[in-house]
C-alpha cells in the first residue's frame, strides 16, 4: 500500500488555490518592480527640463497606481495562501487526533505524550508555515528579483553594470542559510536554560522545607548558581552571533551601493548611462536586498520543516497493533471466556508476563484475581481487552477466538475499571454517562448508587452537574476511584472487570458496593482483582497469580484450607487488621 504524503496530497487537491495565489503574487511583484524605473524616468525628465506641473501629477498617480496595485494584489495573493496554510493544518491535526485513536497503548507508552503534543503543535504549524511563507516568499523573491533585472535592462542599463553591483549581494543567501540556523538553535538554547532555571527554582522552593531541615541551603543555592552561569553564557553567544548576523546582510547591503556609485557614478559622469538610470541601480540595489534574504530564509525554513514533515508522515502511516481483522465477526451474546495456554510477552519483553495460563470465566459468575504486585493481574485484562493483541489460538469467546471479533462489539461489551480512573474536566454525569451520553438521569443515579457515591455527590451545590479538573472541583482520591466505578457500573456490561477499583475505599464502603453488585450481576460476569482479600472473598472462584502464573485456584474456604499463598495472604491481612484493632 503506498503511504500517505500528506503535503503532496493536500497541494494537489488545492492546485486551483495555489496557481491563483501564485499568478497575483506574480503580477503584484512585476508591478512593484517597475517604481524604481518610473522614477529614473522621472529624474530623467526633470534633468532635461521637460517636465511639467501636469507630468509631475502623472507620475505621482502612477507611482501611487502602483502602489495600490501592489497592496491589493499581494494582499490578496498572501491571504490565499495562509487561508489554504491554515486549512491544511487544521485537516492535519483532525487527521492527526484520528490516527491517534487507532493507535495502541504500546504505541502511546513508547512515545510520551510530550512527543505526541509537540507532533500535534510545532511540526504540524511548521509544515503549514513552510508552506504558507514557502509560497509567498518563494515567489516574491524569484519574481522581483527577475523583475528587478529585466526592468534595469529596459531601463538602459548595461548588463555588466547591473552584475558588478549585485555581487556583494549574491552573499547574504549564503550567510543567511549559514548562519540562520546557528542563531535560531541557539536562541533554542537560550529558552531552553531559561526554562531549567525556572524548573530549578520551581523545585528549590517546592522543596524548600526539606532543604531547611537538612540545612543544605548552601547546596541549593550553588546549584541555582549553575544554571544562571550556564544561561549567562548562552546568551552571550547568542548576543554575539546574533549581532554579526545583523550586521552583515546591511554590511552587504552598504557595498553594493558603494560599487553602484563609485562604477554607476563614473559611467553616468562619461555619459554612458543617464541620470535617471543612475537613480533607479541605486533604488533597485535596495530592493534586491529583501528577496535575496528570503531566499536564506526560505532554504532555512525548508530544512527545518522537511523533518517534521517526515514525522507527521511516519505518524500518519503507523499501523495499529490491534485492529480488526478483515472478516471480524461480532459477538451476539453472553459465552463463556476461556483462556488456553495463555503465555504472553509484552512487545520487545524477553520474559513472559504471563505463562501458560489457563481459566474459564462462566456468565453469571464472579471470579476474583488476587497477586503480588507485578504479578500479571493487569496484564491478564488488558488481553481480554485487547489493549494488547494476545496470541492467536489462547483466548477464546465460546468457539470465537479474540482475535477474530471486532473490537467494538467486543469492547462494548466489557466495562474495565482501573485503580486510577481517569476523570475528563466536564459534569460529573457526563463522567459517569461516559459509555452512553444520552443515558436517562435515573441510569446515572442508580450507577452512583450502586458505587456508593450518590451521597457525596448530592451534596455538593450543583449535584451531578458539578464540573471536575483544573476549574471545577477536585474530589478526593476515594471519590474519584468511586465515580469511576459508577461509570463502569453504569455501562451494564456483559462482563465488568474491577482492577483494584476499590483500593481507595474504607472496607464499609467496599462492603457495600460489593453487595451491590452480587444483587445487580447475577446473570453476568464480574471479575474483580484486588490486593485485599476482602473484595475477593465471596467469589465463586479465586485465582492466585504469581510471577505470571496461576498458582491456586478455587473458593476462598478451599484456599484456606490448603496451605500456600492465598491463605499466607489472609493470614497477613487479618493479623494487619489485628494490629489496627489493637492502636
Ligand atoms: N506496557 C508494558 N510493557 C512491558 N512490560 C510491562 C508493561 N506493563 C506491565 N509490564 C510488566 O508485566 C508484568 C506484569 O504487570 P501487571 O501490570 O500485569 O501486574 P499487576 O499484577 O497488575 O501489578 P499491580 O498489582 O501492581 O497492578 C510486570 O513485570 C510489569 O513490569
Do not use: W
Given at each position: 500500500?503506498?503511504g500517505?504524503?500528506?503535503l503532496?496530497d493536500?497541494?494537489?487537491a488545492?492546485?486551483?488555490?495555489?496557481?491563483?495565489?501564485v499568478l497575483?503574487i506574480v503580477?503584484?511583484?512585476?508591478?512593484?518592480s517597475?517604481l524604481?524605473?518610473?522614477?529614473g524616468?522621472?529624474?530623467?525628465d526633470?534633468?532635461?527640463?521637460?517636465?511639467?506641473?501636469?507630468s509631475v501629477?502623472?507620475?505621482?498617480l502612477?507611482l501611487?497606481?502602483i502602489g495600490v496595485?501592489?497592496?491589493v494584489?499581494?494582499?490578496f495573493?498572501?491571504?490565499?495562501?495562509m487561508r489554504?496554510?491554515?486549512r491544511?493544518e487544521?485537516e492535519?491535526?483532525?487527521?492527526?487526533?484520528g490516527?491517534?485513536?487507532t493507535?495502541?497503548?504500546?504505541?502511546?507508552?513508547?512515545?510520551?505524550?510530550?512527543?505526541l503534543?509537540?507532533?500535534?503543535t510545532?511540526d504540524?504549524?511548521?509544515?503549514?508555515?513552510?508552506?504558507?511563507?514557502?509560497v509567498?516568499?518563494?515567489?516574491?523573491?524569484?519574481v522581483l528579483l527577475l523583475?528587478?533585472?529585466?526592468?534595469?535592462?529596459?531601463?538602459?542599463?548595461?548588463l555588466?553594470?547591473?552584475l558588478?553591483?549585485?555581487?556583494?549581494?549574491?552573499f547574504?543567501?549564503?550567510i543567511?542559510?549559514?548562519i540562520?540556523?546557528?542563531?535560531?538553535?541557539r536562541?533554542?538554547?537560550?529558552?531552553?536554560?531559561?526554562?531549567g532555571?525556572?524548573?530549578?527554582?520551581?523545585?528549590?522552593?517546592?522543596?524548600?522545607?526539606v532543604t531547611?531541615t537538612?540545612?543544605t541551603?548552601?547546596?541549593?543555592?550553588?546549584?541555582?548558581?549553575?544554571?544562571?552561569?550556564?544561561?549567562?553564557?548562552?546568551?552571550?553567544?547568542?548576543v554575539r552571533?546574533?549581532?554579526?548576523?545583523?550586521?552583515?546582510i546591511?554590511f552587504?547591503?552598504?557595498l553594493?551601493?558603494v560599487?553602484a556609485?563609485?562604477?554607476?557614478?563614473?559611467?553616468?559622469?562619461?555619459?554612458?548611462?543617464?541620470l535617471?538610470?543612475?537613480v533607479?541601480?541605486?533604488?533597485?540595489?535596495?530592493?534586491?536586498v529583501?528577496?535575496?534574504q528570503?531566499?536564506g530564509n526560505?532554504?532555512?525554513?525548508?530544512?527545518?520543516?522537511?523533518?517534521?514533515l517526515?514525522?507527521?508522515?511516519?505518524l500518519m502511516n503507523?499501523e495499529?497493533?490491534?485492529?480488526?481483522?478483515?472478516?471480524?465477526?461480532t459477538?451476539?451474546?453472553?459465552?463463556?471466556i476461556r483462556f488456553e495456554?495463555?503465555?504472553?510477552n509484552?512487545?520487545?519483553?524477553r520474559?513472559?508476563?504471563?505463562?501458560?495460563?489457563?481459566?474459564?470465566l462462566?456468565p453469571?459468575?464472579?471470579?476474583g484475581i488476587?497477586?503480588?504486585t507485578g504479578?500479571?493481574?493487569t496484564?491478564?485484562?488488558k488481553?481480554?481487552?485487547?489493549?494488547y493483541?494476545?496470541?492467536?489460538?489462547?483466548?477464546f469467546?465460546?468457539?470465537?477466538?479474540?482475535?477474530?471479533?471486532?473490537?467494538?462489539?467486543?469492547r462494548?461489551r466489557?466495562a474495565?475499571v482501573?485503580?486510577?480512573?481517569?476523570l475528563?474536566?466536564t459534569?460529573?454525569r457526563?463522567?459517569?454517562?461516559?459509555?452512553?451520553?444520552?443515558?436517562?438521569?435515573?441510569?446515572?443515579e442508580t450507577?452512583?448508587k450502586?458505587?456508593?457515591?450518590?451521597d457525596?455527590i448530592?451534596?455538593f451545590p450543583?449535584?451531578?452537574d458539578?464540573?471536575?479538573?483544573?476549574?471545577?472541583?477536585?474530589?478526593?482520591g476515594?471519590q474519584r476511584?468511586r465515580?469511576?466505578?459508577?461509570?463502569?457500573l453504569?455501562?451494564k456490561?456483559q462482563?465488568l472487570?474491577?482492577?483494584?477499583?476499590?483500593?481507595?475505599?474504607?472496607?464499609?464502603?467496599?462492603?457495600?458496593?460489593?453487595d451491590?453488585?452480587?444483587?445487580?450481576?447475577?446473570?453476568?460476569?464480574?471479575?474483580?482483582?484486588?490486593?485485599?482479600?476482602?473484595?475477593?472473598?465471596h467469589?465463586?472462584?479465586?485465582?492466585?497469580?504469581?510471577?505470571?502464573?496461576?498458582?491456586?485456584?478455587?473458593?476462598?474456604?478451599?484456599?484456606l484450607?490448603?496451605?500456600?499463598?492465598?491463605?499466607?495472604?489472609?493470614r497477613l491481612q487479618e493479623?494487619?487488621?489485628?494490629?489496627?484493632?489493637?492502636?
Amino acid at each position: 500500500m503506498k503511504g500517505k504524503e500528506l503535503l503532496k496530497d493536500y497541494v494537489t487537491a488545492h492546485i486551483p488555490g495555489y496557481l491563483l495565489a501564485v499568478l497575483l503574487i506574480v503580477v503584484a511583484n512585476v508591478v512593484q518592480s517597475a517604481l524604481p524605473l518610473v522614477l529614473g524616468r522621472f529624474t530623467d525628465d526633470l534633468q532635461t527640463g521637460v517636465l511639467s506641473y501636469d507630468s509631475v501629477l502623472h507620475f505621482a498617480l502612477l507611482l501611487l497606481g502602483i502602489g495600490v496595485s501592489y497592496g491589493v494584489l499581494f494582499g490578496f495573493g498572501q491571504y490565499q495562501v495562509m487561508r489554504l496554510g491554515r486549512r491544511f493544518e487544521f485537516e492535519v491535526r483532525q487527521k492527526l487526533f484520528g490516527k491517534f485513536s487507532t493507535l495502541s497503548e504500546h504505541f502511546f507508552s513508547k512515545q510520551g505524550t510530550g512527543k505526541l503534543l509537540s507532533y500535534v503543535t510545532n511540526d504540524v504549524q511548521s509544515v503549514r508555515e513552510s508552506i504558507s511563507n514557502g509560497v509567498t516568499q518563494t515567489t516574491n523573491a524569484v519574481v522581483l528579483l527577475l523583475s528587478c533585472i529585466v526592468m534595469m535592462m529596459i531601463g538602459d542599463i548595461p548588463l555588466s553594470l547591473i552584475l558588478i553591483c549585485i555581487s556583494p549581494l549574491v552573499f547574504i543567501p549564503l550567510i543567511v542559510v549559514r548562519i540562520g540556523p546557528q542563531v535560531r538553535e541557539r536562541s533554542m538554547h537560550v529558552q531552553e536554560s531559561l526554562a531549567g532555571m525556572t524548573e530549578s527554582a520551581e523545585e528549590q522552593f517546592g522543596g524548600i522545607r526539606v532543604t531547611k531541615t537538612f540545612g543544605t541551603e548552601k547546596i541549593a543555592e550553588n546549584r541555582f548558581g549553575e544554571k544562571v552561569d550556564r544561561i549567562r553564557s548562552t546568551q552571550l553567544f547568542l548576543v554575539r552571533l546574533s549581532s554579526l548576523f545583523q550586521a552583515a546582510i546591511p554590511f552587504l547591503g552598504a557595498l553594493s551601493l558603494v560599487l553602484a556609485l563609485l562604477v554607476g557614478g563614473t559611467q553616468t559622469l562619461s555619459g554612458n548611462i543617464t541620470l535617471g538610470s543612475f537613480v533607479s541601480l541605486t533604488l533597485y540595489m535596495r530592493i534586491i536586498v529583501g528577496p535575496l534574504q528570503q531566499i536564506g530564509n526560505v532554504i532555512n525554513m525548508m530544512q527545518r520543516s522537511g523533518a517534521s514533515l517526515e514525522r507527521v508522515n511516519r505518524l500518519m502511516n503507523e499501523e495499529p497493533d490491534v485492529q480488526d481483522e478483515a472478516d471480524a465477526r461480532t459477538l451476539d451474546r453472553p459465552e463463556e471466556i476461556r483462556f488456553e495456554h495463555l503465555t504472553f510477552n509484552y512487545p520487545g519483553s524477553r520474559e513472559p508476563a504471563l505463562k501458560d495460563i489457563n481459566l474459564t470465566l462462566s456468565p453469571g459468575k464472579t471470579i476474583g484475581i488476587v497477586g503480588r504486585t507485578g504479578s500479571g493481574k493487569t496484564t491478564l485484562v488488558k488481553l481480554l481487552l485487547r489493549i494488547y493483541e494476545p496470541p492467536r489460538g489462547s483466548l477464546f469467546f465460546g468457539a470465537t477466538d479474540i482475535r477474530d471479533l471486532s473490537l467494538e462489539s467486543l469492547r462494548s461489551r466489557l466495562a474495565y475499571v482501573p485503580q486510577d480512573g481517569f476523570l475528563f474536566s466536564t459534569t460529573i454525569r457526563d463522567n459517569i454517562a461516559f459509555s452512553d451520553r444520552e443515558a436517562p438521569m435515573e441510569k446515572v443515579e442508580t450507577g452512583a448508587k450502586r458505587a456508593m457515591i450518590y451521597d457525596n455527590i448530592s451534596r455538593f451545590p450543583e449535584g451531578f452537574d458539578t464540573r471536575l479538573g483544573e476549574r471545577g472541583v477536585t474530589l478526593s482520591g476515594g471519590q474519584r476511584q468511586r465515580t469511576s466505578l459508577a461509570r463502569g457500573l453504569t455501562k451494564k456490561a456483559q462482563v465488568l472487570i474491577l482492577d483494584d477499583s476499590m483500593s481507595a475505599v474504607d472496607s464499609v464502603t467496599e462492603t457495600g458496593i460489593l453487595d451491590n453488585l452480587v444483587r445487580e450481576r447475577r446473570s453476568k460476569t464480574t471479575i474483580i482483582i484486588s490486593h485485599r482479600i476482602s473484595a475477593v472473598k465471596h467469589a465463586d472462584e479465586i485465582v492466585v497469580l504469581s510471577e505470571g502464573r496461576i498458582v491456586q485456584s478455587g473458593t476462598h474456604e478451599e484456599l484456606l484450607r490448603r496451605e500456600g499463598a492465598y491463605a499466607m495472604l489472609h493470614r497477613l491481612q487479618e493479623e494487619g487488621l489485628h494490629h489496627d484493632e489493637l492502636e
